[in-house]
């Protein structure tokens, strides 16, 4: 099966510029997570979609960081304006359900630079 | 407040020989476990889970995990390394959220280094 598909793989931006992410999961997955991993650090959840809706969002930065799932299928996370403590990996992944004990399977993740 | 530990950042280790990771973790409740793997440029890829059951587990790679429930431990090994096993590892436990979907809490990740 293909896996979660993520673009772009890299992005250089300055701070203050906006910028977008987009993520197609894999088939049938009704789960999205976007995590942000800072260098040196584990994963850290942004949010998470069942379908089209938010089921957690709890450390999302909504004063900058905004994301959606219109159709319940891909995802854009999006930062207006960017910061540089912003510099990370934007990860998405996917899973059958979130309640269930399946596993969450990543893309290989967008490179974000602030300059 | 709930967390998982990973207290060593780097695991230098010769090929052939046994390998271990550590992880603890501080949860309430029966946590989920999980490890994964991260090469170089690339997301993270699931190894093993432990839900319940057989405190060993046995996962991708020849790699297996030992659940001790009295240490709050989940340590990743596996008896013989290559070196293509170099790369980042990563614990993780998963907690009951709010409204029933669960989330996961991943440790800061240690990165293992097998020399030929």
């Known amino acids: 099966e293909a896996g979660v598909a993520q673009s772009p793989r890299y992005k250089i931006i300055e701070k203050r510029q906006s910028v977008a992410f987009w993520c197609n999961p894999i088939?049938?997955?009704?789960?999205l997570y976007w995590y942000q991993q800072i260098l040196g650090q584990g994963p850290k959840l942004l949010i998470q979609?069942?379908?089209?809706?938010?089921?957690?969002d709890s450390q999302l930065p909504k004063d900058r960081f905004s994301a959606e799932r219109l159709k319940g299928v891909d995802s854009t996370l999006k930062i207006q304006p960017a910061k540089l403590e912003d510099s990370a990996v934007y990860l998405c992944?996917?899973?059958?359900?979130?309640?269930?004990?399946?596993?969450?399977?990543f893309g290989d993740g967008t490179r974000l630079s602030i300059l | 407040a709930q967390s998982v530990a990973q207290p060593e950042d780097q695991v230098n280790v010769a090929e052939g020989n046994p390998l271990t990771v550590k992880c603890t973790y501080s949860?309430?409740?029966?946590?989920?476990l999980f490890w994964y793997v991260q090469y170089p440029n690339r997301g993270l890829q699931f190894l093993l889970k432990?839900?319940?059951?057989?405190?060993l587990v046995k996962g991708s790679y020849g790699f297996e995990a030992e659940f001790n429930k009295s240490q709050t431990s989940f340590h990743l090994k596996k008896p013989s390394a290559l070196v293509s096993d170099s790369a980042l590892y990563f614990c993780?436990?998963?907690?009951?959220?709010?409204?029933?979907?669960?989330?996961?809490?991943f440790g800061a990740g240690t990165r293992l280094a097998v020399h030929p």
């Open positions: 992944a996917s899973s059958l359900q979130g309640e269930d004990n399946q596993p969450q399977h």
């Open positions: 088939s049938g997955h009704a789960t």
């Open positions: 979609f069942q379908n089209n809706g938010v089921v957690d």
């Open positions: 949860v309430s409740g029966n946590p989920y």
């Open positions: 432990y839900i319940t059951g057989d405190n």
């Open positions: 993780a436990v998963r907690l009951p959220f709010a409204g029933g979907y669960n989330k996961l809490i």
